[in-house]
């Protein structure tokens, strides 16, 4: 400042901060765990102190998505099986970006679970009935398939959940029953059949046939008559 005597004042100074008030944003779900083939949706909710939320930047595992709404669904294969990162950003009127907000996707193969079969036992001239019951979290069984001990590959039934076996010895037979999804997805299950000895024909040891019955000497107690 300058008076009128042509003296000047000394310099006098402010700092002026500027903030850019950019939106906020927060998705859901943050940290979750999902199956193969099922859809996961995820929302974001953005605000801004000073204007109006335009739009949302997606980007999964570092790969822009094509969605600028609050919402994006995703879907993984069970080859995407594992871990996926995932952020979003709000983008305001004044084209100001958020900082982003992330969520961590753990992806589960999922697939059919058969409820287990326990070990039996089965005896000659049975016949044995097995019957498997599977459920599937994201898709539907559509064939089921049997496997014997020494056998080559599958036995397809198709859509029987049953597979009968009859008797073929002593030697305990391990068996695997699988179970397949609309998604190509199999799961197993092993368990062990054993079989008992066949019954074998019957011959009296004790006491040996003889042709000559023995008395002891006395009176008999009753008269034996001799053809």
Known sequence: MVDNNGFVSDTDTVQIHV???RPAVTVTPHDTAVYSYTNLK?????????????RYSWMLDGRAEPITSDSLTVTFDAGSAGTHFLTVTA??????????????????PGGPTITP?????????????LACQASDSSG????????????????????????????????????????????????????TVNFNLGPASLAVTIPQ??????LPQGTPACSLTFA
Do not use: E
């Open 42 to 54: 995820l929302r974001a909710s953005g605000s801004d102190s000073n204007g109006t939320v335009a």
């Open 209 to 214: 046939p003889v042709d000559t019955v023995m």
């Open 140 to 191: 539907t069984i559509v064939k089921y398939l049997w496997q014997l001990s020494g056998g080559t590959g599958w036995s397809d039934s198709t859509t029987g959940a049953t597979h009968i076996l009859t008797y073929t010895g002593t030697t305990p037979l391990r068996v695997i029953v699988g179970a397949r999804d609309n998604h190509g997805l199999v799961g197993t299950d092993t368990f």
């Open 91 to 108: 983008i305001d009127t004044d084209s100001l970006a958020s900082p982003p907000d992330s969520a961590i996707i753990t992806v589960l």
């Open 117 to 129: 079969l326990h070990d039996t036992t089965m005896s000659n001239l049975d016949t044995l009935h």
């Open 19 to 21: 903030m850019l008030h």
